[in-house]
């Protein structure tokens, strides 16, 4: 496919399109709690899977440390979580939902739950299943792909 036209409407073209359109979608769900999209999920881990170390908080989300510090640095001056040092491990920091968090957090709409509904709802099952499967073809074609070139950058 080398014609513009056709790039514009490529399988890979709507994937990015749903992926800003659905973004815009959970910013505009969140924006009148005062809240974003990393910040919702930096507290759906605190909520779901509890008190979380920073470092692997960000692993989980693939946030860059830099990132996450800000957004951490956020939900602390805003009080909806703490930071401690870790028991173990004195260098790294504990994160949890307090009070107010948790308060927030139930009287939240599910901005993924929303978009999963407004895009699928009524959709068929196995027009969706064959969309999951080549998606996921996709991306570990190309994670596969940025892997041998790291690996090959990394063997000269």
Known sequence: MTDEADQHD???AWAKKY?????????????EHDLGPTQWYVLHQLVHGG???QRDLGQLLRIERATLSGIVATLLRKGLITQTPDAVDQRQRLLSITEAGRNLW???????????????????????????????DAVRRIEDHLAAQDAAGRGR
């Open 19 to 31: 992926h800003l359109t659905s973004r815009a979608l959970i910013e505009s769900t969140l924006r």
């Open 106 to 136: 139930t009287g939240l709409p599910d901005p993924v739950a929303l978009t999963l509904a407004v895009s699928f709802d009524g959709a068929d099952e196995s027009d969706l299943a064959v969309t999951r499967r080549v998606l996921q």
């Open 51 to 53: 008190p979380t170390l």
């Open 10 to 12: 490529s399988v890979g």
